[in-house]
T-cell receptor, first 113, second 117 residues
Framework: DQQVKQNSPSLSVQEGRISILNCDYT??????FLWYKKYPAEGPTFLIS?????DKNEDGRFTVFLNKSAKHLSLHIVPSQPGDSAVYFCAAALDYTGNQFYFGTGTSLTVIP | GAVVSQHPSRVICKSGTSVKIECRSLDFQATTMFWYRQFPKQSLMLMATSNEGSKATYEQGVEKDKFLINHASLTLSTLTVTSAHPEDSSFYIC?????????????FGSGTRLTVV
């Protein structure tokens, strides 16, 4: 069964507004979470990560929030830019060494100029 | 639904031997399979793309004779690392795309940690 879920396959946001991408997981043993960004015909690019000891990690326009009790994480992009249009994957691992990753199926973000 | 099973999850092999990694789509038809190699906290590097019944398309710099990909059925793709060397030690992951994913979704396997000694 899918242990990491991204229930919104697509999202459209106006340029300059906030994009919020959501991810839910089922395994409470997951200790490390990552977000990847993927352009067509390219491999996913690492974006930002967070370990389970934190509830927030910020890097420029990108912020990841982790709610362990709800088994939920989200990626906030603000302000959104047209170049952010891509498919975003969340992934979870049992530890930061990266043995066995579990990926969501992706959310396609379109930022409208 | 849309589960991809990847095996083995970890493998240790001796230098010079070959290792086969399998990816199976359990409940959907994987018309396209992607094979990636990942380095810690870095991008997933696309190695090759394969469509069922066709030869795989390899990315630039990936040796076709070293990384053999077979996608003989809609539910199974294999990656064989031939004559493995320590520098091939890495994390390999597959992802599949098919009709269930709606055209732009991908289902990933859980990855294989290869260590060549």
């Amino acid at each position: 069964d899918q242990q990491v879920k991204q229930n919104s396959p697509s999202l459209s946001v106006q340029e300059g507004r906030i994009s919020i991408l959501n991810c839910d997981y089922t395994n409470s043993m997951f200790d490390y979470f990552l977000w990847y960004k993927k352009y067509p015909a390219e491999g996913p690019t690492f974006l930002i990560s967070i370990s389970s000891i934190k509830d927030k990690n910020e890097d420029g326009r990108f912020t990841v929030f982790l709610n362990k009790s709800a088994k939920h994480l989200s990626l906030h992009i603000v302000p959104s830019q047209p170049g952010d249009s891509a498919v975003y994957f969340c992934a979870a691992a049992l530890d930061y060494t990266g043995n066995q990753f579990y990926f969501g199926t992706g959310t396609s973000l379109t930022v409208i100029p | 639904g849309a589960v991809v099973s990847q095996h083995p999850s970890r493998v240790i092999c001796k230098s010079g031997t070959s290792v086969k990694i399998e990816c199976r789509s359990l409940d959907f038809q994987a018309t396209t399979m992607f094979w990636y190699r990942q380095f810690p906290k870095q991008s997933l590097m696309l190695m090759a793309t394969s469509n069922e019944g066709s030869k795989a398309t390899y990315e630039q710099g990936v040796e076709k004779d070293k990384f053999l990909i077979n996608h003989a059925s809609l539910t199974l793709s294999t990656l064989t690392v031939t004559s493995a060397h320590p520098e091939d030690s890495s994390f390999y992951i597959c992802s599949a795309s098919g009709t269930l994913q709606g055209g732009y979704g991908y289902t990933f396997g859980s990855g294989t940690r290869l260590t060549v000694v």
